[in-house]
């Protein structure tokens, strides 16, 4: 009898936690967008006003983006953000599990993510539905956002959006403004070493500028030739000529 009491009162109690952390999950992820909305996502791209020769006078935009497809951007530039950013992009299902649970070890006493491995649809899922707070919950959301946008697009589309939609420091989104912003032209015209100094921006545009810190900048490009390098994106001399160009 005793035994059957204690039972029922355990039960009881697993019910109220069952029903209290249901209604926590809801109210947490009550909000999330829906992710088929980007099937027919368009970035906000830039309105140009020229004079009657044709000269461009001014340039109206909220955010400085062009964007291009994905059969339009260059394979070294693909691969130069996915040595930099998500190596195992195309082998993992859009979250670092190892990653994620060294950051939750790290930081379970912070009551916060301070840091952790975000993957490229992570990082599309932060930008494009949530805000960068660093919480829990927030976290969550996101983690909950990449699976549902693994699950509903390809990797390349995946990538595609990520690129067009990246900031990459002095007010450009994406990769095609940030080529014209940083280089002077197209994205499909830069060099191996331009690229990778594109793809070191992402995680912090400010701090790598080679506008405002050319030194870091330059460092940061060259770890990232190295990765490229030692993971067969370029070969021994496109590496070797790549180091000697300047930022």
Same mark, same amino acid.
């Given at each position: 009898?005793?035994?059957?009491?204690?039972?029922?009162?355990?039960?009881?109690?697993?019910?109220?936690?069952?029903?209290?952390?249901?209604?926590?999950?809801?109210?947490?992820?009550?909000?999330?967008?829906?992710?088929?909305?980007?099937?027919?996502? $368009?970035?906000?791209?830039?309105?140009?006003?020229?004079?009657?020769?044709?000269? @461009?006078?001014?340039?109206?935009?909220?955010?400085?983006?062009?964007?291009?497809?994905?059969?339009?951007?260059?394979?070294?530039?693909?691969?130069?953000?996915?040595?930099?950013?998500?190596?195992?992009?195309?082998?993992?299902?859009?979250?670092?599990?190892?990653?994620? @649970?060294?950051?939750?070890?790290?930081?379970?006493?912070?009551?916060?993510?301070?840091?952790?491995?975000?993957?490229?649809?992570?990082?599309?899922?932060?930008?494009?539905?949530?805000?960068?707070?660093?919480?829990?919950?927030?976290?969550?959301?996101?983690?909950? @956002?990449?699976?549902?946008?693994?699950?509903?697009?390809?990797?390349?589309?995946?990538?595609?959006?990520?690129?067009?939609?990246?900031?990459?420091?002095?007010?450009?989104?994406?990769?095609?403004?940030?080529?014209?912003?940083?280089?002077?032209k197209s994205v499909a015209r830069l060099s191996v070493a331009e690229n990778a100094m594109l793809a070191s921006l992402p995680k912090a545009p400010t701090i790598y500028s080679p506008f405002k810190?050319?030194?870091?900048?330059?460092?940061?490009?060259?770890?990232?030739?190295?990765?490229?390098?030692?993971?067969?994106?370029?070969?021994?001399?496109?590496?070797?000529?790549?180091?000697? $160009?300047?930022?």
């Amino acid at each position: 009898m005793k035994n059957s009491r204690t039972q029922m009162v355990l039960t009881a109690a697993l019910g109220a936690i069952i029903g209290v952390l249901s209604s926590l999950f809801m109210l947490t992820f009550s909000d999330l967008p829906q992710v088929e909305q980007l099937q027919n996502y $368009e970035p906000q791209g830039i309105t140009q006003l020229n004079d009657k020769d044709g000269k @461009l006078v001014y340039e109206f935009y909220r955010e400085k983006r062009v964007a291009i497809k994905f059969e339009e951007i260059p394979n070294i530039t693909k691969k130069a953000f996915l040595s930099a950013e998500d190596w195992s992009f195309y082998k993992h299902v859009g979250v670092d599990i190892p990653g994620i @649970l060294r950051a939750i070890i790290k930081n379970a006493f912070r009551g916060r993510f301070a840091q952790g491995a975000s993957t490229i649809t992570q990082q599309l899922s932060r930008v494009l539905f949530l805000t960068p707070d660093k919480t829990i919950a927030r976290k969550l959301k996101e983690i909950l @956002l990449t699976f549902r946008i693994e699950n509903r697009f390809t990797k390349d589309e995946i990538l595609a959006l990520y690129l067009n939609q990246i900031y990459l420091g002095e007010g450009t989104y994406g990769i095609e403004a940030a080529a014209q912003k940083y280089f002077g032209k197209s994205v499909a015209r830069l060099s191996v070493a331009e690229n990778a100094m594109l793809a070191s921006l992402p995680k912090a545009p400010t701090i790598y500028s080679p506008f405002k810190y050319p030194k870091k900048a330059l460092d940061r490009r060259n770890a990232n030739l190295t990765l490229m390098f030692e993971r067969d994106v370029i070969s021994e001399k496109q590496f070797r000529e790549a180091m000697k $160009e300047p930022s």
